[in-house]
């Protein structure tokens, strides 16, 4: 690793923290989804 190559580093790693919070917050959505449907009584 290059000294200069901070900037980058630290764009990967908001990158790497927004992928995070995108998986949770998909996560979240499918299991709010399949909760809502079970409580419809639909298929799962």
């Not at 190559?5 to 764009?11: H, V």
């Not at 919070?21 to 298929?43: D, E, M």
């Amino acid at each position: 690793m290059r000294a200069h190559s901070d900037d980058d580093a630290g764009r990967s790693e908001s990158a790497v923290r927004a992928l995070r919070v995108l998986k949770l917050l998909l996560t979240v959505l499918v299991l709010a989804l399949t909760l809502a449907r079970a409580l419809a009584g639909g298929p799962l």
